[in-house]
Structures are given as C-alpha cells and as structure tokens.
C-alpha cells in the first residue's frame, strides 16, 4: 500500500521508524549497521531519507521471519554496497539450510518409525565406536548422559560405559532432535515418554509444530523475497521514477 511522503519525498528520521513500528534509534542504527543506504543531510546535519529508504526498511523487515536477523542483515549490507551476486548467494544458502532442516525432519521421522520395536544389534558399543557412528565427540555422549537422554550401563569390571540397543536408539534419535534445533531440556522428556510409553505417539505434537514452523519459514521466505525483488527494482529506477513505498 502507498504511504505519503513527507516533505515533498523525504522522511525524517521519525516519520520511517513510526511508519514501521521502530524508535529513530532503531532506524539510525539500522543504517550505521549498512541496512539501509546512507541517509542524506540537510544544511544543518539532520538526517533525511527517502522512498528508498523506507523501500529498504520494508525489506529487510520481510526478510528477517524467514532468514534471521543476521541473515537478513548480510543480505542488505551486501545489496547497499551493489554486491547483488554475493546477496543472492546468501538466500540460496539460507534455502539451502530449510531444505536440509525438513531432511532432518523426515530422518528424525524415519527414526522414531523404527523405535518400536528396539532393534536387537550384534553385541554392545562403547562411547568412541557410538560417538564416530554420530560424527560427535566422546564428550558430548557425556553431557547427553549427565542430561538423561542416554543411560548406558557401566562395565563392572572396566567401569567402561556401555551402550545396548535402546541406548543406541536413544543417542541416534537425540542426535536428530540436537540438529533439528531442539535444546537438551526439550529433549529429555520425549525421550522419557518414549521410553515409559513404549512407543512415539507423545511426539506426534512435536513433529507437526515442527513440520509448521518449517513451512512458516518458507511462506516468510517468499515474502522477503516479494520486499527484496521491490527494493532492488527501486535501486534500478532512473532518478526521475518516484518509487513507490511497499507497506
């Protein structure tokens, strides 16, 4: 939706951070941080934007539901310097990692569709085998011990930890959850109810809030992209376009 400029197409300082919900100190570190362009300056040093200005705030605001704050950032910063190459880069890197997170979603899927029942493996595993199967360090087996997402039993005569069948299922499925972005204290209840309810129905409500959140990051993705595509059409107009200004 257009918005009235003010002063005959420029903004003060003010009129962008309330058109956008933000304090001017927002807006001014905004574009110390090289989100927006530079401002201009009257004869008595006060800050004046533009349409563009404003076309750059919508934008970065878009991209920040779908990329991250500093994502976002690193797209604008490089956009604001005529890099659009190295811009582009970083969108295809951010879609890169949606994608790898929904791959991680349906590991995390296949995982639990093979926990009921535990299967029977030849023989037990002991933390430096367990942690190179994982691609983690002996280290962090321990602190997911210390937090209750595995239970191995100690050798009685090498006091050695070691790892049956379910605690193999219990560190794989821990593993998938830690990529999946979920913290150690979210993970150790489900793998509790796992545990006592012999199955993975108290996890259903985990994976479809996860599987909405991806999609929430996707729809967000398309819409910065609308806001950023708008903002680099404003970049490319002749001098004499007015550009509108995207709500």
Same mark, same amino acid.
Request: proline share 6%; aromatic share 4%.
């Given at each position: 939706?257009?918005?009235?400029?003010?002063?005959?197409? *420029?903004?003060?300082?003010?009129?962008?951070?309330? @058109?956008?919900?933000?304090?001017?100190?927002?807006?001014?570190? +905004?574009?110390?941080?090289?989100?927006?362009?530079?401002?201009?300056?009257?004869?008595?040093? +006060?800050?004046?934007?533009?349409?563009?200005? =404003?076309?750059?705030?919508?934008?970065?605001?878009? /991209? %920040?539901?779908?990329? @991250?704050?500093?994502?976002?950032?690193?797209?604008?910063?490089?956009?604001?310097?005529?890099?659009?190459?190295?811009?582009?880069?970083?969108?295809?890197?951010?879609?890169?990692?949606?994608?790898? #997170?929904?791959?991680?979603?349906?590991?995390?899927?296949?995982?639990?569709?093979?926990?009921?029942?535990?299967?029977?493996?030849?023989?037990?595993?002991?933390?430096?085998?367990?942690? *190179?199967?994982?691609?983690?360090?002996?280290?962090?087996?321990?602190? !997911?011990?210390?937090?209750?997402?595995?239970?191995?039993?100690? #050798?009685?005569?090498?006091? +050695?930890?070691?790892?049956?069948?379910?605690?193999?299922?219990? =560190?794989?499925?821990?593993?998938?959850?830690?990529?999946? @972005?979920?913290?150690?204290?979210?993970?150790?209840?489900?793998?509790?109810?796992?545990?006592?309810?012999?199955?993975? =129905?108290?996890?259903?409500?985990?994976?479809?809030? !996860?599987?909405?959140?991806?999609?929430?990051?996707?729809?967000?993705?398309?819409?910065?992209?609308?806001? /950023?595509?708008? +903002?680099?059409?404003?970049?490319?107009?002749?001098?004499?376009?007015?550009?509108? %200004?995207?709500?």
């Amino acid at each position: 939706m257009g918005r009235n400029l003010q002063n005959g197409g *420029r903004f003060r300082p003010v009129d962008l951070a309330r @058109g956008h919900g933000l304090s001017t100190q927002a807006v001014r570190n +905004y574009e110390a941080a090289g989100i927006l362009p530079d401002a201009d300056r009257t004869p008595h040093g +006060y800050r004046t934007y533009t349409a563009l200005h =404003a076309q750059a705030l919508h934008a970065f605001l878009a /991209l %920040v539901p779908g990329h @991250g704050h500093q994502t976002a950032t690193s797209i604008m910063q490089a956009v604001n310097r005529g890099a659009t190459e190295q811009a582009l880069r970083i969108i295809d890197e951010s879609h890169a990692q949606l994608l790898d #997170d929904r791959r991680t979603l349906q590991a995390v899927e296949a995982a639990l569709r093979d926990l009921d029942p535990v299967p029977r493996e030849r023989g037990d595993t002991f933390v430096g085998p367990l942690s *190179r199967r994982l691609g983690i360090r002996p280290a962090t087996l321990r602190k !997911w011990e210390r937090a209750g997402l595995v239970r191995p039993r100690r #050798d009685p005569g090498t006091g +050695y930890r070691v790892y049956g069948a379910a605690d193999v299922r219990d =560190a794989l499925l821990a593993h998938q959850l830690r990529r999946g @972005g979920y913290l150690l204290e979210q993970i150790a209840p489900l793998i509790a109810q796992v545990r006592s309810a012999g199955g993975v =129905a108290p996890l259903e409500s985990m994976l479809h809030d !996860w599987r909405s959140r991806l999609s929430a990051r996707g729809r967000a993705m398309l819409a910065g992209a609308a806001a /950023l595509d708008a +903002y680099l059409d404003c970049r490319t107009a002749p001098p004499s376009a007015e550009p509108s %200004v995207t709500a």
